[in-house]
Protein backbone atom coordinates (compact mmCIF):
# COMPACT_ATOMS: atom_id res chain seq x y z
CA UNK A 1 0.00 0.00 0.00
CA UNK A 2 1.10 3.70 -0.90
CA UNK A 3 0.92 6.73 0.78
CA UNK A 4 -1.36 7.78 -1.74
CA UNK A 5 -4.86 8.32 -0.81
CA UNK A 6 -7.55 6.15 -2.69
CA UNK A 7 -8.93 8.48 -4.43
CA UNK A 8 -5.65 9.64 -5.81
CA UNK A 9 -4.74 6.53 -7.05
CA UNK A 10 -8.34 6.25 -8.11
CA UNK A 11 -8.23 9.62 -10.02
CA UNK A 12 -4.39 8.80 -11.48
CA UNK A 13 -5.85 5.15 -12.72
CA UNK A 14 -9.46 6.93 -14.51
CA UNK A 15 -7.08 9.73 -15.95
CA UNK A 16 -4.39 6.89 -17.73
CA UNK A 17 -6.75 5.53 -19.67
CA UNK A 18 -5.70 5.33 -23.15
CA UNK A 19 -9.01 6.04 -24.72
CA UNK A 20 -7.35 5.73 -28.68
CA UNK A 21 -8.02 1.95 -27.71
CA UNK A 22 -11.25 2.23 -28.45
CA UNK A 23 -14.18 4.27 -30.13
CA UNK A 24 -17.03 5.97 -28.53
CA UNK A 25 -20.77 5.63 -28.43
CA UNK A 26 -23.27 7.90 -28.11
CA UNK A 27 -22.54 8.69 -23.84
CA UNK A 28 -18.27 8.21 -24.45
CA UNK A 29 -15.34 6.97 -24.86
CA UNK A 30 -13.99 4.30 -22.79
CA UNK A 31 -12.37 6.30 -20.00
CA UNK A 32 -16.25 7.76 -19.50
CA UNK A 33 -18.03 4.19 -19.80
CA UNK A 34 -15.21 2.84 -16.86
CA UNK A 35 -15.69 5.87 -15.03
CA UNK A 36 -19.18 5.21 -15.00
CA UNK A 37 -19.23 1.65 -14.00
CA UNK A 38 -16.42 1.83 -11.51
CA UNK A 39 -19.04 4.55 -9.40
CA UNK A 40 -22.14 3.09 -9.86
CA UNK A 41 -19.91 -0.42 -8.48
CA UNK A 42 -18.52 1.13 -6.37
CA UNK A 43 -19.11 0.11 -1.71
CA UNK A 44 -19.00 1.78 0.98
CA UNK A 45 -19.92 5.28 2.05
CA UNK A 46 -19.63 7.91 -0.83
CA UNK A 47 -16.61 9.51 -1.57
CA UNK A 48 -15.22 7.58 1.36
CA UNK A 49 -11.67 6.19 1.24
CA UNK A 50 -13.13 2.69 0.95
CA UNK A 51 -15.36 3.85 -1.40
CA UNK A 52 -12.59 5.01 -3.68
CA UNK A 53 -10.60 1.28 -2.96
CA UNK A 54 -13.71 -0.32 -4.45
CA UNK A 55 -13.74 2.17 -7.37
CA UNK A 56 -10.68 1.59 -8.14
CA UNK A 57 -11.05 -2.24 -8.18
CA UNK A 58 -13.94 -2.26 -10.00
CA UNK A 59 -12.33 0.14 -12.65
CA UNK A 60 -9.21 -2.09 -12.99
CA UNK A 61 -11.86 -4.79 -13.55
CA UNK A 62 -13.49 -3.26 -16.32
CA UNK A 63 -10.47 -1.87 -17.97
CA UNK A 64 -8.70 -5.78 -17.71
CA UNK A 65 -12.11 -7.08 -20.23
CA UNK A 66 -13.31 -3.72 -21.96
CA UNK A 67 -14.58 -5.58 -24.92
CA UNK A 68 -16.49 -7.53 -23.21
CA UNK A 69 -17.86 -4.91 -20.80
CA UNK A 70 -17.94 -2.29 -23.24
CA UNK A 71 -18.60 -4.25 -27.08
CA UNK A 72 -19.79 -1.34 -28.77
CA UNK A 73 -16.65 0.72 -28.31
CA UNK A 74 -14.73 -0.96 -31.36
CA UNK A 75 -11.19 -0.75 -31.22
Known amino acids: MT ?9 AF ?3 IDVSIAGRDQYGD ?8 AEA ?12 ESALE ?4 CADDWKSF ?3 LKP
Open 3 to 11: NQSAKTRYD
Open 41 to 52: NATGDNQSEEWF
Open 30 to 37: LRWHIECS
Open 70 to 72: YPQ
Open 58 to 61: SARM
Open 14 to 16: IAS
